[in-house]
Nanobody, 126 residues
Framework: QVQLVESGGGLVQAGGSLRLSCAASGRTFSRYAMGWFRQAPGKEREFVAVIGWTAVITSYADSVKGRFTISRDNAKNTVYLQMNYLKPEDTAVYYC???????????????????WGQGTQVTVSS
């Protein structure tokens, strides 16, 4: 069982930056691929970024590529999402998730993830 707690959300102006953190409980954090997803009001949850359990492979949604960076610190059981050049359309609740399947290529589909955090709100004003 893994518990995930996100933090770092808030209100920022367009063009600004935020760094989200997701702290995981348990001693097996390094075996999980870690993903970030988001859900805006009235919209379906969408994939944002993922980092594989080996930390070698990362993948991003086209909408955030070049602006967001995912990273992980296994010593701290934490995954990060650095968000730069934020846009109003980035406004959403951001969730981190853990996938225990240990595939070579980390999953981008939410249904493949085993554990989810409670989410943190990111609001970007224009």
């Amino acid at each position: 069982q893994v518990q995930l707690v996100e933090s770092g959300g808030g209100l920022v102006q367009a063009g600004g930056s935020l760094r989200l953190s997701c702290a995981a409980s348990g001693r097996t954090f390094s075996r999980y691929a870690m993903g970030w997803f988001r859900q805006a009001p009235g919209k379906e949850r969408e994939f944002v970024a993922v980092i594989g359990w080996t930390a070698v492979i990362t993948s991003y949604a086209d909408s955030v590529k070049g602006r967001f960076t995912i990273s992980r610190d296994n010593a701290k059981n934490t995954v990060y999402l650095q968000m730069n050049y934020l846009k109003p359309e980035d406004t959403a609740v951001y969730y981190c998730a853990a996938d225990d399947s240990r595939t070579v290529v980390p999953a981008t589909a939410g249904y493949k993830y085993d554990y989810w955090g409670q989410g943190t709100q990111v609001t970007v004003s224009s």
